[in-house]
C-alpha cells in the first residue's frame, strides 16, 4: 500500500503519505503527513477535506516573493508556519514566468541564467547544486531544523508545501520519510509521483515556452526548473551517505535530531499493519 494522490480542487501536487511502508513492517498513518504544491485560492470543499483528514499545521516553505504573489488562504483553526528555504532562485518562478506571469524575482532568474552557462556544464548540474544547497547551505538548514522541531512538537496532522510542490518539499519529504524508517526505493517513487502530476503541465509548459522571447540560457534554467529526475534526489541521497554515512546521520549531525526525537516521530506518525 503506498500514499495516496489527493485530487483536490485548486490544490497541486498533493498527496497523503498515509500507508507508505517502513523498513520495520509498520506504516505512516492516514491524515497525518500531508505535502503539496501552494494553497492559494483554494475552495472551501478542498478546506474542509483538510479539515476532516485532522490537519491542524501548514508549513510554507516559499520565500517572500512567492507568498507575496500567491498568499496561501486563511485557514480558520489551522497554524500557518512561514519558513522559507532559498539556497538559490525558488523553482516555481520557472512555471509562472512560462505562463506570462511576471515574477519579481525575474531578474534573479536572468541573472541564474548567465550563471549556468559560466559554472555549469549542464541544466542538470545546475539542479543537483541546487538540490545540495538546500541540504549544505547553514541559511537553509537553519529552516529544516525549524521544520523538524515543529513536525516533532506538533499535535495533529502536518502538510507543507513550496509552490510546485516537487523539489524544496520533495527534499523535506525524503528527510521525514527516511526518519521514519521508508526505504531508499519507495522515498524516490513518492518523489517522481510529481512527474506523473506536473506531466501535462510540463508539455503545455514547453510549448508556450519554444516561442517566448527570451534567450535560449534563459529558456534552459526553465526547463529545468520545470524537470523532476530521479538523479537529482538521487545525488543528495548518495552525498549525505559519503559525508555523514546516511540520510538519518546526516539529521543527527547537523539537524540535531536525536534517538529520542526519532522515536517521537515513529510514535506520532506510523502504526502497526494489523491496527491500520
Same mark, same amino acid.
Given at each position: 500500500?503506498g500514499?495516496?494522490?489527493?485530487k483536490l480542487?485548486? %490544490?497541486?501536487?498533493?498527496r497523503?503519505l ?9 506504516m ?13 485560492d483554494?475552495p472551501e470543499? $478542498? ?9 491542524t $499545521?501548514?508549513v510554507? %516553505?516559499?520565500?517572500a516573493?512567492e ?6 488562504i486563511a485557514?480558520?483553526?489551522?497554524k ?5 528555504i532559498?539556497?538559490?532562485?525558488p523553482?516555481a518562478?520557472a512555471?509562472?514566468?512560462v505562463?506570462?506571469y511576471?515574477s519579481p524575482?525575474r531578474r $534573479?532568474?536572468?541573472r541564474e541564467?548567465y550563471?549556468?552557462r559560466?559554472e555549469?556544464?549542464s ?5 543537483i547544486q541546487?538540490y545540495?544547497n538546500?541540504?549544505?547551505n547553514?541559511?537553509s538548514?537553519?529552516s529544516i531544523?525549524?521544520?523538524?522541531r515543529?513536525?516533532i512538537?506538533t499535535?495533529g496532522g502536518v502538510?507543507w508545501h ?12 525524503? %528527510?521525514?520519510e527516511?526518519?521514519?524508517g521508508?526505504?531508499?526505493k519507495?522515498i ?5 509521483a510529481?512527474r ?6 510540463y508539455?503545455l509548459n514547453?510549448?508556450?515556452?519554444s516561442i517566448?522571447?527570451?534567450s535560449f540560457?534563459f529558456?534552459r534554467?526553465?526547463?529545468g526548473?520545470?524537470?523532476t529526475k530521479?538523479?537529482?534526489l538521487?545525488?543528495v541521497?548518495?552525498e549525505l551517505k559519503?559525508?555523514?554515512?546516511g540520510?538519518v546521520e ?7 535530531? $536525536?534517538?529520542?526525537d526519532?522515536q517521537?516521530?515513529k510514535d506520532?506518525? %506510523?502504526?502497526?499493519?494489523?491496527t491500520?
Amino acid at each position: 500500500m503506498g500514499y495516496d494522490i489527493l485530487k483536490l480542487k485548486k %490544490l497541486k501536487n498533493a498527496r497523503d503519505l498515509g500507508g507508505l511502508t517502513t523498513a520495520d513492517g509498520r506504516m505512516i498513518k492516514k491524515g497525518k503527513l500531508i505535502r503539496s504544491g501552494r494553497l492559494f485560492d483554494l475552495p472551501e470543499s $478542498t478546506v474542509e477535506y483538510l479539515r476532516s483528514a485532522g490537519l491542524t $499545521t501548514v508549513v510554507d %516553505l516559499r520565500v517572500a516573493a512567492e507568498c507575496c504573489d500567491h498568499p496561501d488562504i486563511a485557514f480558520d483553526g489551522f497554524k500557518y508556519v512561514w519558513n522559507p528555504i532559498m539556497p538559490t532562485p525558488p523553482p516555481a518562478t520557472a512555471c509562472e514566468t512560462v505562463c506570462g506571469y511576471e515574477s519579481p524575482m525575474r531578474r $534573479t532568474m536572468k541573472r541564474e541564467s548567465y550563471r549556468l552557462r559560466r559554472e555549469f556544464q549542464s541544466i542538470d548540474d545546475y539542479m543537483i547544486q541546487f538540490y545540495r544547497n538546500v541540504l549544505f547551505n547553514p541559511d537553509s538548514q537553519i529552516s529544516i531544523r525549524r521544520f523538524m522541531r515543529v513536525l516533532i512538537e506538533t499535535d495533529g496532522g502536518v502538510l507543507w508545501h513550496c509552490a510546485s510542490g516537487k523539489d524544496r518539499t520533495g527534499i523535506i519529504s525524503m %528527510l521525514v520519510e527516511s526518519l521514519l524508517g521508508v526505504d531508499e526505493k519507495t522515498i524516490l517513487d513518492d518523489y517522481m509521483a510529481s512527474r506523473r502530476f506536473w506531466r501535462r503541465k510540463y508539455l503545455l509548459n514547453r510549448i508556450v515556452l519554444s516561442i517566448l522571447p527570451v534567450s535560449f540560457r534563459f529558456k534552459r534554467i526553465l526547463f529545468g526548473f520545470m524537470r523532476t529526475k530521479p538523479e537529482y534526489l538521487q545525488s543528495v541521497m548518495d552525498e549525505l551517505k559519503l559525508r555523514y554515512g546516511g540520510v538519518v546521520e546526516y539529521c543527527n549531525a547537523v539537524l540535531g535530531i $536525536t534517538d529520542n526525537d526519532i522515536q517521537i516521530l515513529k510514535d506520532k506518525f %506510523l502504526v502497526d499493519h494489523e491496527t491500520y
